[in-house]
């Protein structure tokens, strides 16, 4: 259960820093689409309603904590040993992501450039991309190779917006692969690591030591096909929910103007053009 419990943390870190950044980045862009520029963190005020980023600055170390007493601890496999000290590993980079955003928001937004974060983002996301799942063989591997790609999209979108904070297409890419990264990371907890939602004729994978495989251990071959194309319906299944609640979310910001964000509630685009044709000079006639 400790790798099913570190994938349901993985979701509830990734899919509110998702929503939180797809409303946002929408309320902005709506606010003036010429104007838009992403942001490392979209600040609220008053301060206690990033009340979120402050909580993640307490979760994260004692996730990663967490994860290395396992590791200390853990008598098993070694490969089970090891994964427990990548998620250490990767735990704190992210906290350390969410220290750069918290001195840039709260000391002197000089001191570090947004690029630089967004710089280090991506390499976090990299990091993670070269540890996660490595070790998993099988039907294991197609979950966290699908997971990997997220990952990958992840690290692109930051390295993007480093260069180029006016992309708003690489927000929405980013913020929307934070939502899928968390709710495919959950389904990859309940499909490998729980009986309850284990996949038909397939079994956990387990942490006993006499297990020296890491692969969903299924029956019959028939079991595995069959659990590889539900993991591949699982995904796209995951991939429309995602989009249509990005559609329906900038709809609904475009419509209702109170649902915006507080940064990114404002005149819309059309108030905001015929404001500056009222203070444009009138043209000048010469009388003949």
Known sequence: MGSLATHFFAFLFFVPVGIRRLLCSFSLYLKNPCAYRSKIWYMSEPRWKNIDLYVLLIALPIASFSEIFFFLSFSGHATYRFAFFQQAAVGSLFW??????????????????????????????????????????????????????????????????????????????????????????????????????????????????????????????????????????????????????????????????????GEGAGPSLAEFESESMLMRPLPEFELE
């Open 96 to 261: 350390i992501l969410v220290i750069l955003v918290i001195l840039r928001e709260n000391i002197d937004p000089f001191l570090m450039h947004e690029s630089l974060v967004f710089v280090f983002a991506g390499i976090a996301f990299l990091i993670e991309y070269s540890l996660i799942g490595k070790e998993i063989t099988g039907l294991g591997s197609r979950v966290y190779e699908l997971l990997g790609g997220l990952t990958l999209l992840c690290a692109a979108a930051c390295f993007y917006l480093s260069f180029l904070p006016t992309a708003f297409f690489a927000e929405v890419a980013l913020s929307s692969s934070l939502i899928f990264k968390g709710t495919w990371v959950l389904q990859a907890g309940l499909s490998l690591y729980s009986d309850t939602f284990s996949l038909k004729g397939c079994r956990k994978i387990s942490f006993s030591p006499a297990q020296s495989t890491t692969d969903v251990q299924c029956d019959l071959e028939e079991d595995r096909l069959r659990g590889v194309a539900l993991i591949n319906l699982l995904f796209v299944l995951h991939l429309i929910g995602i989009l249509l609640m990005s559609f329906s979310l900038f709809g609904a910001l475009s419509c209702n103007r109170n649902l915006r964000c």
